[in-house]
């Protein structure tokens, strides 16, 4: 590796206590592992770290490899030492080791309280048969679930309901309260579960209903797209997602309503899901883009 680049590294992982090279920045990951790893260490109370865009420099997310013999982005450094990469921290946050790598207090969980129905008690019976483990389920921070047949873990919750063995990582007890778990048998069936903890989705806009909002005034909207994509087709009221947006956004009282576009909508969706993560309750995407608004509301603007 380069002296240079080399001595770059060694500064930043010195410098600061906690450093997060990630594709992206922690208030807009361009990468779903980034974005996890990001939101583990919000959740672990530690808000104040560097992150380090290593898509802005090719010789920099090269070198960090190098640097950590580790092959993968991102990669967490606490004081100067290489922590692992986002399946390392998934699984020391889930443990609670984590909190001791940061040096902040480990909080306290109470057991959650879950309902099972007959159907989904029969359901897990039948598939952990023949089987060593119990039934484990896992709540990410998106409130993803899965449910599997595994064996205990350290730090783990074992909670007894209707007979069932339920065994639960720390994190996922956090989401888990008056968790119900029911069980429909037929061929688009499968395990359904009610979880009184979700966040708020992202809420659909179509291009109709927002021309009626920027008529009547003002909004917090965004596009997300390039520069030169603007430079092709763009709505005037739409604020351009750039670091003083972010700025902006990170500021914002979080009842504030925000609006996202882009061409087509997915990555508008993508930065809505975001803000939504980080504590705003009302978060829109324009159905269908700019594109969608060129065809059901202005044609003169350019499609690409």
Known sequence: MDSQLKQE?????????????????????????????????REAGVRDFK?????????????IKEYANWPTIPQLYVKGEFVGGCDIVKEMFASGELFDVLGVQKPEIKEPSIKLSDAAKRAVQSAAAGESGTLRIEISSQFEYA?????????????????????????????????????????????????????????????????????????????????????????????????????KLAKL????????????????QQAAEHYLRQGFKKVYNVVGGIDAWSVEIDPKLPRY
């Open 253 to 268: 009282d979080r009842d504030t309503p925000l609006y996202f576009h882009c061409h087509h909508g997915g990555r508008s």
């Open 51 to 63: 992150d380090v865009n290593v898509l802005s420099r090719a010789d920099l997310r090269d070198g």
């Open 147 to 247: 449910l599997s047949i595994d064996e205990p873990k350290e730090g783990d919750f074992k909670l007894v309901v209707g007979g069932i063995t339920i065994l639960m990582d720390r994190q996922s007890a956090t989401r888990a309260d008056g968790l119900s778990i029911d069980f429909v048998d037929s061929a688009e069936g499968g395990f359904r579960l009610d979880n009184p903890n979700e966040p708020p989705r992202v809420r659909p806009l179509p291009v109709r209903e927002l021309k009626r909002l920027l008529d009547a005034g003002p909004i917090e909207l965004f596009d997300v797209r390039t520069p030169d994509e603007r430079a092709t087709a763009k709505l005037e009221a739409a604020q351009h997602f750039d670091q003083a947006a972010q700025d």
């Open 9 to 41: 590294i060694v500064d930043l992982v010195t410098t600061h206590p906690v450093v997060l090279f990630m594709k992206g920045s922690k208030n807009f990951p361009q990468c779903g592992f980034s974005a996890t790893v990001t939101n583990i260490l």
